[in-house]
């Protein structure tokens, strides 16, 4: 009988040990030094990444949502530029993509804080090179031909729940664990790659002054 009873005891202990064990895991690091999270190279990490920082500055989370816009700047350290465009042209980029990001930053912060207010909340994606031959975006389809290594480019649209796109701001690769962003100042370094100019009616253009 006294076996009988420390089999059962036994067995019920060996049960128990995952749940104790589940329960004192480590939790990820969520401190405000630790690094960015890693996300997987795929469409739907990056319109993860996308609809979060929406969802953040919907409801007023600016602190969240300004280390969310953060973790979309390009590595300093990251070699992107030089392993997709080489090495010539990816120092230039590199320099000009540092010296532009403060003022970008304050830029795409105050469309995605306008996006998300407008309640947008879904994100659509367009990759680059596009096989299909149906989409197209000026700018990008100058900016694939200088890759000397293929790279995907995405432009994002966020989208309200009436179906109504707006185009959010950049061109989006995938380097260092995540997605980040370029701007258009840095990309017009590529030789292939010129400025559009775009004529609208005076009465459109005093609408969306902002200082």
Do not use: C
Not at 34 to 55: C, F, G, R, T
Not at 157 to 167: I, L
């Amino acid at each position: 009988m006294p076996f009988i009873r420390f089999a059962i005891l036994s067995f019920a202990l060996a049960l128990s040990l995952p749940i104790v064990s589940a329960q004192e895991a480590p939790k990820p690091d969520s401190s405000p030094g630790a690094p960015p999270s890693m996300v997987p190279e795929s469409e739907a990490a990056l319109q993860n990444q996308l609809e979060k920082i929406l969802e953040l500055e919907r409801t007023g989370n600016d602190k969240e949502a300004g280390a969310a816009i953060d973790e979309l700047k390009m590595p300093d350290d990251a070699g992107w530029f030089a392993r997709v465009f080489g090495p010539e042209l990816g120092v230039k980029l590199a320099a000009t993509y540092k010296l532009s990001w403060d003022n970008y930053r304050m830029g795409i912060s105050w469309q995605f804080r306008s996006d998300g207010e407008a309640n947008s909340s879904g994100v659509r994606l367009t990759a680059y090179p596009d096989s299909s031959g149906k989409r197209s975006d000026f700018t990008a389809s100058q900016v694939v031909p200088d890759m000397k290594t293929p790279a995907p480019l995405y432009v994002a649209t966020a989208v309200d729940a009436k179906g109504h796109t707006r185009t959010l701001p950049g061109y989006y690769v995938y380097a260092q664990g995540a997605f980040r962003i370029l701007n258009l100042q840095t990309l017009y370094v590529l030789p292939d790659v010129k400025p559009v100019r775009i004529r609208i009616a005076a009465n459109l253009a005093k609408t969306n002054l902002i200082y």
